[in-house]
């Protein structure tokens, strides 16, 4: 079954951090890019970050220098390690993959930054 599965989410303090993590199944996972875009109410869904299959990256100016995304061939995952939460990351997290036509999202994940 193909399909890419969200986890870390949840409440975290401003400033605080959380890392998510998105495992894949069913796919050749080294051969796909991968992302994570978030959907934050009443906004368009947005890409966060991106990791390319040879390790590429490339991020949103809104959280350069806070987010590293990051994967692992081996265990068909991508991470996003979160730090510096501002209450404006408050969003639902989506997983992505695509190799060339092909494009897989997650079920997604809530994010919420809040005192």
């Known amino acids: 079954q193909v399909q890419l599965v969200e986890s870390g989410g949840g409440l975290v303090q401003p400033g605080g951090s959380l890392r998510l993590s998105c495992a894949a199944s069913?796919?050749?996972?080294?051969?796909?890019?991968m992302a994570w875009y978030r959907q934050a109410p009443g906004k368009e869904r947005e890409s966060v970050a991106i990791i390319s299959s040879d390790d590429n990256t490339n991020y949103a100016d809104s959280v350069k220098g806070r987010f590293t995304i990051s994967r692992d061939n081996v265990k068909k995952s991508v991470y996003l390690q979160m730090n510096s939460l501002k209450p404006e990351d408050t969003a639902v997290y989506y997983c992505?993959?695509?190799?060339?036509?092909?494009?897989?999202w997650g079920q997604g994940t809530q994010v919420t930054v809040s005192s």
């Open positions: 069913g796919i050749a996972f080294s051969i796909f890019s």
């Open positions: 992505y993959a695509r190799f060339r036509s092909a494009t897989i």
